[in-house]
């Protein structure tokens, strides 16, 4: 039996690796297509953070009834910013307000009437800032005068005190992290490790299925429609080496191509540092050590064995490879809905996931390359995995025995 499940696996392998088209959307395809993906990504934010900073905003003010000169002050706060000021009246609001909705102007700020009786009598006063927030530009310059206008304002409270004989540094209780110190203690890597482990899981499941689908769908399917398949079983070949000689050439394939995904996302992470704000020892160089790397092999095969038997079970009920392509789509979109959801399962997933084959690989995925893994979690994922895949191997070897469910006839 082994030795017709060589012969088999060479025979697909050969078949998958001797195929142009495939090889490219195995092979080249992500490692190329990720690094393009992050690195267009990383150039269009950088030029649109540089646009909007060089932008120059048009902004509208309405000083209100009844204040005179005391809208100066808040008209030289808001010229420091990089925006053209336009004073409106009363009749102008409802038009700048409708300029606004249609991205032509950015910001209307309205004083309300008598504000300088507030402003004498130390009460409080509502400044309005109307903003699109469907517009970039808008809401950059809406993060900008709240900034301007919260300078003012601590400035007006600064005059307020020490015009009545008040210490200015009464204002300031304590400060937070004002010092030098590196106050972030995370790791070495760690927030790349982050990033890398939040979505690399999801990458590899996906390829896996993607690349399983490419092949196991033609190896069974396809050869009932070529007439292939029913030449096999003519020859006395035994049923388990059909199934297990095609099911390992289906993880190959989908091995090869999700390994290709991982190289092409960490090629690609390095733009993620740009994508980033922050800096400092968590933003800088990520890497895997000897024990990572076998805990990844060690999950990675399991689940690639389990994707490549669910593809093979499909594939052998299906009278075509077109029938098997409508049956695994809906398949594939809950294998999706199962890797976003484990994207956003937090840092201590809950028990039903660490226990769910597919889910508790993905968690334990994410923990490897966060370099937190229990061997505990690795376990779980790698029997549920294999329990599983045993249990769909012999339903399709069941299939496989009986030509009115092989052939559906």
Not at 248 to 274: E, K, P, Q, T
Request: charged share 20%; proline share 3%.
């Amino acid at each position: 039996m082994l030795r017709d499940s060589m012969i088999i696996l060479r025979k697909e392998l050969k078949r998958i690796f001797t195929d142009r088209r495939t090889l490219f959307f195995l092979v080249v395809l992500p490692l190329v297509m990720l690094p393009a993906m992050y690195s267009v990504m990383a150039k269009m934010g950088e030029a649109k953070d540089s646009d909007i900073a060089a932008y120059m905003f048009d902004v509208d003010f309405y000083g209100g009834e009844g204040n005179g000169t005391r809208t100066a002050q808040f008209i030289e706060a808001l010229s420091a910013m990089n925006a053209r000021i336009r004073t409106v009246g009363p009749g102008e609001l409802e038009e700048v307000k409708q300029s606004i909705a249609d991205r032509e102007t950015e910001l209307l700020i309205v004083m309300p009437d008598h504000f300088g009786d507030s402003l004498d009598a130390c009460d409080t006063f509502e400044v309005s800032v109307y903003y699109n927030s469907t517009s970039d530009y808008s809401e950059h310059a809406l993060v900008i005068v709240r900034q301007v206008l919260a300078e003012l304002g601590d400035d007006i409270v600064r005059q307020r005190v020490t015009g009545r004989g008040v210490r200015e540094d009464v204002l300031s209780v304590f400060t937070v992290n004002g010092s030098d110190e590196q106050y972030d203690l995370a790791p070495e890597g760690s927030v790349i490790g982050k990033v890398i482990g939040m979505l690399l899981p999801f990458f590899i499941l996906i390829y896996l299925f993607a690349n399983s689908m490419k092949v196991g769908l033609d190896s069974v399917a396809g050869e009932k429609e070529r007439g292939t398949l029913a030449i096999q079983l003519v020859n006395q070949v035994d049923r388990l080496a059909i199934v297990i000689g095609k099911m390992f050439s289906v993880m190959v394939a989908a091995v090869v191509g999700a390994a290709s995904s991982v190289i092409g996302l960490i090629i690609a992470s390095r733009y993620f540092i740009s994508m980033f704000s922050e800096s400092g020892p968590a933003m800088s160089g990520y890497s895997m050590n000897t024990i990572g790397i076998v805990q990844f092999a060690a999950v990675t095969i399991p689940l690639a064995v389990l994707v490549a038997s669910i593809v093979l079970v499909v594939s052998t009920y299906a009278r075509n490879a077109k029938e098997g392509q409508g049956i695994i789509m809906p398949i594939y979109l809950v294998v999706m809905i199962m890797g976003i959801a484990s994207m956003q399962a937090g840092d201590v997933p809950p028990d039903w996931m660490r226990s769910t084959p597919v889910f508790n690989s993905l968690i334990a995925l994410r923990s490897i390359f966060m370099h937190d893994a229990a061997w505990s979690t690795i376990l779980t994922a790698v029997a549920t995995s294999m329990l599983l895949s045993a249990f769909i191997i012999y339903v399709t070897l069941r299939m496989f025995s009986s030509e009115k469910i092989l052939f559906r006839i």
